[in-house]
């Protein structure tokens, strides 16, 4: 990266658990752009499960993002700060390099050929439905409901992998977990 980008604000660090980049990531296939997709391990264990029983009930879950590195989170960032947004603005639906669950390989982002990406829309749809019945079997939870204590705007299509850890792919010890329900 060129320049070091600002830091994010002082309050964030009490609101958002840092995160560090997963180790052992395991190809899921490509996500509905065509790019390699990658989760950790037993989150891509999970997310083929969970998939699988969707198709059978009739719902097709598209990918749209698996684990992110930080490089790829602060090219994400700088892109909004070059498009003149401010910071504050850029925090609320896009988290701070080191600070995103998909850092972890945990978490999920995904769509519905019924309504556009990454918007509220998803929520109107078959997948959301189906996913707020059924993800938690799988070990998923919705991330950022509405009003949620992360100040993160609300994602219905951000789902993380939780089951069996209370610090999912090496949270920073020192940062509380939260429950994300």
């Given at each position: 990266?060129?320049?070091?980008?600002?830091?994010?604000?002082?309050?964030?660090?009490?609101?958002?658990p840092?995160?560090?980049?997963?180790?052992?990531?395991?190809?899921?296939?490509?996500?509905?752009?065509?790019?390699?997709?990658?989760?950790?391990?037993?989150?891509?264990?999970?997310?083929m499960?969970?998939?699988?029983?969707?198709?059978?009930?009739?719902?097709?879950?598209?990918?749209?993002?698996?684990?992110?590195?930080?490089?790829?989170?602060?090219?994400?960032?700088?892109?909004?700060?070059?498009?003149?947004?401010?910071?504050?603005?850029?925090?609320?639906?896009?988290?701070?390099?080191?600070?995103?669950?998909?850092?972890?390989?945990?978490?999920?982002?995904?769509?519905?050929?019924?309504?556009?990406?990454?918007?509220?829309?998803?929520?109107?749809?078959?997948?959301?439905?189906?996913?707020?019945?059924?993800?938690?079997?799988?070990?998923?939870?919705?991330?950022?409901?509405?009003?949620?204590?992360?100040?993160?705007?609300?994602?219905?299509?951000?789902?993380?992998?939780?089951?069996?850890?209370?610090?999912?792919?090496?949270?920073?010890p020192?940062e509380?977990?939260?429950?994300?329900?």
């Open positions: 990266m060129t320049a070091t980008l600002p830091p994010p604000p002082l309050d964030y660090e009490q609101r958002m840092r995160y560090q980049d997963a180790q052992d990531l395991t190809d899921i296939g490509r996500d509905m752009f065509g790019r390699a997709c990658r989760l950790s391990r037993d989150a891509a264990d999970a997310w499960q969970m998939r699988s029983a969707a198709e059978r009930a009739g719902v097709c879950l598209l990918l749209i993002s698996g684990f992110r590195s930080r490089d790829r989170q602060e090219e994400i960032v700088r892109k909004k700060i070059e498009a003149g947004l401010p910071m504050d603005t850029i925090l609320r639906s896009v988290a701070y390099p080191g600070y995103s669950e998909h850092h972890t390989g945990g978490a999920v982002d995904l769509c519905s050929p019924d309504c556009a990406h990454l918007t509220e829309d998803f929520e109107r749809t078959r997948q959301f439905e189906w996913l707020r019945n059924h993800a938690q079997e799988f070990g998923f939870r919705l991330s950022y409901p509405r009003a949620n204590p992360r100040g993160v705007t609300y994602e219905p299509w951000h789902w993380m992998w939780w089951k069996g850890s209370p610090n999912p792919g090496g949270c920073v020192r509380p977990a939260h429950d994300p329900r």
